[in-house]
């Protein structure tokens, strides 16, 4: 059972083992949220309830895995389920949808958070450092309220019809 219970973890603290991709494992573990957007933002209570559960569970099993699986390391960088809750948070009060303002929520959302979870600006940097399950999430949680934030400035400004012309896709 103890063999299963950390194969489990390691697979859930992995995005399904994407974050073992030897490369761009944060990038690949945004993308599944990007699917998991994708497929139940149009699924409102379902979707909220998903995030509202991700966010201490992402916590408890990012804490798990840097203890017991990957022992020393300080946000090791195979656990992509912050990189996944922190996208999910990016897209609250969005739903994906086939045209011009979707494509532009799921690109926008993507690119920003990436960005900012790559760069880490103030005050993202100083809340990676505090110890543990918490460190590892919740800058990636803060990233996500931010693109969240400047992704409806964008909408705002209106600039959807710019980048994409045509209104259906």
Partial sequence: MKKF???LMEFLATGGFLGKIP???GTFGTLLGVLIFWLLSGYTLVYYLLIISMIPLSILISDYAQKNIYKGENDPKVIVI???TGYLVS???F?????AQGIFILVTTFIIFRILDIFKPFPIVHLQ???GGVGIVIDDIFAGIVTNILTRILLTLNITSTLFPINHL
């Fill in 5 to 7: 219970w950390k194969f």
């Fill in 23 to 25: 490369f761009a494992s």
């Fill in 82 to 84: 912050d990189e996944i």
């Fill in 91 to 93: 897209t609250i009060g």
């Fill in 95 to 99: 739903v994906f949808s086939p045209s």
């Fill in 129 to 131: 450092k505090l110890e």
